[in-house]
């Protein structure tokens, strides 16, 4: 079975710009959540979908956003980037979003901000 | 809210001796906790979960971790490291409730001499 895929692996922007990340979830997992991961703030969960809606929310501003379509992909979204937002971001499936379930991890989307 | 604390940023090991990874976390309830390992530019892999029953448990790769209630602990350890055991290791606590909100520790970064 394929692992959770992310794309694009690397993006370059610039201030002010927006952008759209990929995650493709294992077959038959209907949950996906992201996570930023930074050199300073270390890994923060940023949402959850699940069923093509939010379930839970992080603490991160408004410009971050995301959406899951009925087939379980999702995308995250980020609106007016700043420099801070440079990060990897990570996607992670799961079968229904227990507690107890395993969060498979896909290889992240590498975001440069200049 | 919960918390994780990693308080070693930094181990560095002999090929062939014992680890072991120091893992405290705060949380009001019966936590579920997880040990996730990363390679440099890699996703996170999960190493092993508890949630109940048994205190000790077994993952991949040799590792295991003992759940302590009273000490707020859930150390990693494995008996004989290898030098492809270098990577980064975080801790993750729950949150409880559905969702699969985890909480991350810092990380501890593993080097292997040989």
């Known amino acids: 079975k394929a692992g959770v895929t992310q794309t694009p692996r690397y993006l370059i922007k610039t201030r002010g710009q927006q952008v759209t990340l990929s995650c493709s979830p294992i077959?038959?997992?209907?949950?996906v959540s992201w996570y930023q991961q930074t050199p300073g703030q270390g890994l923060q969960f940023l949402f959850e979908?699940?069923?093509?809606?939010?379930?839970n929310k992080g603490n991160f501003p408004g410009r971050f956003s995301g959406r899951q379509f009925s087939n379980s992909r999702s995308e995250m979204n980020v609106s007016t980037l700043e420099l801070g937002d440079s990060a990897l971001y990570l996607c992670?499936?799961?079968?229904?979003?227990?507690?107890?379930?395993?969060?498979?991890f896909g290889p992240g989307t590498r975001l440069t901000v200049l | 809210a919960q918390s994780v604390t990693q308080p070693d940023i930094h181990i560095t090991v002999s090929e062939g001796a014992s680890l072991e990874l120091r893992c405290n976390y705060s949380?009001?309830?019966?936590?579920?906790l997880f040990w996730y390992v990363q390679s440099p530019g890699q996703g996170l892999q999960l190493l092993l979960k508890?949630?109940?029953?048994?205190?000790l448990v077994q993952g991949i790769k040799g590792f295991e971790a003992e759940f302590k209630r009273s000490q707020s602990s859930f150390n990693l350890r494995k008996p004989s490291v290898h030098w492809s055991d270098a990577a980064e290791y975080f801790c993750?606590?729950?949150?409880?409730?559905?969702?699969?909100?985890?909480?991350f520790g810092t990380g501890t970064q593993l080097k292997v001499e040989l």
């Open positions: 992670a499936s799961s079968l229904e979003g227990h507690d107890t379930d395993t969060q498979y």
């Open positions: 077959s038959g997992h209907r949950s």
């Open positions: 979908y699940f069923s093509e809606t939010q379930r």
């Open positions: 949380y009001g309830a019966t936590p579920y």
């Open positions: 508890y949630f109940s029953g048994d205190t």
């Open positions: 993750a606590v729950g949150a409880g409730g559905g969702g699969n909100k985890l909480t």
